[in-house]
């Protein structure tokens, strides 16, 4: 089966770093995914990594090692807007989804 | 805006009573998920079209049951809800099968099973 892990909760205050890591053990890798998911709300894709190395994308960036099975969010200059649930994913095969429980990050004043 | 909408966005059903959850999609994907999210838990894949061939995962139980009667709407059917059924229910597109897809989300159905 697949095995995704990631912290439980996470709390930082606003104008900080926070990383958010990632470990998977599935049976494939055909790319890992990070998704945004706000309280009662859809999750909202952030970035796709299926090469090694550090994509950057404005405040948030997304790094992958495929040989230790690990990825980290990287989130810099929080907001308050950032508190939220972030997904890891990865995609084992064409089309299948395999989805960590969530990260709770939480941003204080 | 293209997106994907879902209706209702709460649902109450009691147990054992049929229940339909509605998805459509404006983005003209091909491909459209059902997912269950319990709460603090990872969503789970429950079956998925790729056009009008559907797909289930092994282990989604036969209560559950899609229709897809044409490219924009597909139905989840719950034939006979519990009460460990009570979750959200994501449905997602994508446009094509393939590893670099990005599956876009709904904004999930409530379901609460009385």
């Known amino acids: 089966g697949q095995n995704i892990d990631q912290p439980t909760e996470m709390t930082a205050t606003e104008g900080a770093i926070v990383q958010i890591n990632c470990t998977y053990q599935t049976s494939g890798f055909n790319g890992l995914f990070w998704y945004q998911q706000h309280a009662g709300e859809a999750p909202t894709f952030l970035s796709y990594?299926?090469?090694?190395g550090l994509e950057e994308k404005g405040r948030f960036s997304s790094f992958l090692s495929r040989s230790k099975g690990y990825s980290y969010l990287l989130l810099k200059e929080l907001q308050m807007k950032d508190s939220a649930s972030y997904l890891c994913a990865v995609r084992d095969g064409d089309y299948k989804l395999s989805f960590g429980a969530g990260t709770t990050v939480t941003v204080r004043a | 805006d293209a997106m994907v909408i879902q209706n209702p966005r709460y649902q109450v059903t009691q147990f054992g009573k049929p229940v339909t959850l509605s998805c459509s999609q404006t983005?003209?994907?091909?491909?459209m998920y059902w997912y269950q999210q319990k709460s603090s838990q990872a969503p789970k894949l429950l079956f998925h079209?790729?056009?009008?061939?559907?797909?289930n995962e092994a282990d989604t139980p036969d209560n559950f049951q899609s229709r897809r009667p044409n490219t924009s709407f597909c139905f989840l059917d719950i034939r006979s809800p519990g009460l460990g059924d009570a979750a959200m229910y994501l449905c997602?597109?994508?446009?094509?099968?393939?590893?670099?897809?990005?599956?876009?989300f709904g904004p999930g159905t409530r379901l609460l099973v009385l």
């Open positions: 079209y790729y056009d009008k061939d559907f797909n």
């Open positions: 997602a597109t994508s446009r094509e099968q393939g590893a670099a897809e990005t599956q876009y």
């Open positions: 990594n299926v090469l090694d």
């Open positions: 983005l003209n994907h091909n491909v």
